[in-house]
């Protein structure tokens, strides 16, 4: 029984970061696009991609960026 609410925590941390990662992914991209906006959206729409907004675009990323972690490993010298 205790696996499975270990398992039960997991799998809710996992579907929570990934939701607050979409929502700060959504926010960054509505901010780019207020200065940025139409040079990356013309720069997309030469590959085929329109139709987006910049805040559709940021949530996309924030989402897919969710499932990548970091990792950061240091060398000593001895």
């Known amino acids: ?17 990934a939701l607050f990662s979409t929502i700060i992914g959504m926010l960054i991209g509505w901010i780019v696009g207020w200065l940025f906006g139409e040079t990356i959206l013309a720069f997309l729409a030469c590959f085929g991609i329109s139709g987006f907004k910049m805040w559709q675009i940021g949530a996309c990323l924030g989402f897919i960026g969710s499932f990548f972690g970091r990792n950061i490993s240091v060398k000593l010298r001895n």
Request: glycine share 6%; aromatic share 18%.
């Open 1 to 17: 029984m205790e696996t499975i609410g270990k398992l039960l925590v997991y799998a809710i941390t996992f579907f929570c970061l």
